[in-house]
């Protein structure tokens, strides 16, 4: 029986998953009968760029594979019932998102090694081993929700297609205006260390980060856009081409968004183990036009949607993972 102490620990084992925005809106509470509920707080919710909180889903859902491997680290097998499509509120303001039921014995699988090591890259790649690259193509090639896109035409075909799905977004103010709101661009910013995206992960100067600020958040964004500016500002062609290569992550159409979160995060700690960062571009996914050219280019297969694709290469160092107090994560049931 799990007492609420030790589903403190893990729940920030947990919350070492990614999330969108780092926004961390996984909860995790006793429901008094032995189960663990997973929630979704909806105070978190990205209402602009998330409309439908299919992103909501998909972070929660990974944060759910996070709790079922700590539980295993433990020997504790648990049975996970998806509830996301049910669309239950278990309060106001939390959907529920899981409930997990102990089940016998278990033991905590080799990617639970890499939760730690997991993370976001958001500068130039550092050149991988040409083992290192063949180990992580051929380990695509096993895998049928996962497709490899390597070489210079590949990339700069991705690169292209994410600067310009990039530029449609970012041309919407409330867009922008909620981006901004999740960004710690002073380190001052009460929330700089546990949620969000500080200067650190954006791998950002504080000038950088205080000129992005106004940029971003004012009128700025679309005079420069008039001048035919703000395509420089927002690509990033030149980091992106440093990687080492993509990978297309894509599952069931219908798939419910945390049983897709689930297998996301277990896709991305398994190229992690090739020391390898990531540096997804979720607009490749979310914006149709760039989906449709992804799909056709690299024969995503049929039945199957996209949910993200990855840069992933060597990092020079791994970056701090910022995230909320465990206290925080753990509701009262
Ligand atoms: C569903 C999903 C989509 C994401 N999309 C993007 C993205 O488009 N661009 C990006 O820079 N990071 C993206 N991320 C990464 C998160 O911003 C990142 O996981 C979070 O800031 C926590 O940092 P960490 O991954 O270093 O632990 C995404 C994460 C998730 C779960």
């Not at 709790?67 to 504790?76: D, E, K, P, Y």
């Not at 700089?192 to 106004?214: C, F, I, Q, T």
């Not at 395509?231 to 992550?249: D, Q, R």
Request: hydrophobic fraction near 50%; include cysteine.
């Amino acid at each position: 029986m799990i007492d609420i102490a030790t589903l403190k620990t893990l729940a920030a084992e947990a919350n070492r998953a990614p999330s969108t925005h780092n926004t961390q809106p996984t909860r995790f509470a006793l429901d008094g009968a032995g189960r663990t509920l997973v929630l979704a707080d909806l105070s978190r919710r990205l209402a602009v760029g998330d409309p439908t909180n299919r992103d909501m889903g998909l972070s929660c859902g990974a944060a759910l594979e996070g709790l079922v491997m700590a539980l295993a680290g433990r020997g504790i097998g648990a049975e996970v019932e998806d509830l996301w499509p049910a669309d239950i509120l278990w309060r106001p303001g939390y959907r529920l998102a899981a409930r997990l039921t102990p089940s016998g014995t278990a033991s905590a699988p080799d990617l639970a090694a890499y939760t730690e090591k997991r993370f976001t890259w958001r500068g130039l790649f550092s050149p991988a081993a040409s083992g290192t690259l063949a180990a992580l193509e051929a380990s695509a090639l096993a895998k049928d929700d996962v497709t490899f896109a390597g070489g210079k035409d590949a990339l700069a075909f991705i690169a292209a297609r994410n600067d310009a799905a990039s530029l449609a977004v970012m041309r919407e103010r409330a867009f922008r205006d909620e981006l901004v709101a999740w960004m710690r661009l002073s380190p001052n910013h009460p929330a700089y260390r546990s949620d969000g995206l500080n200067l650190d992960a954006l791998r950002m100067g504080r000038l950088e980060g205080a000129v992005a600020g106004k940029i971003l958040a004012s009128p700025l964004f679309s005079l420069a856009d008039r001048l035919g500016l703000a395509a420089s500002l927002v690509s990033e062609t030149a980091k992106t081409m440093t990687a080492a290569a993509c990978l297309l992550f894509h599952r069931p159409a219908g798939e419910s968004p945390v049983s897709t979160g689930r297998a996301f995060y277990r896709f991305w700690l398994d190229f992690t183990r090739f020391g390898l960062a990531g540096w997804p571009m979720a607009v490749l996914a979310d914006v149709p036009a760039a989906a449709e050219a992804m799909g056709q280019r690299f024969a995503v297969p049929a039945g199957h949607r996209l949910i993200n694709v990855l840069r992933v290469g060597p990092a020079p160092f791994v970056t701090t993972k910022y995230r909320l107090p465990a206290e925080e994560l753990v509701l009262d049931g």
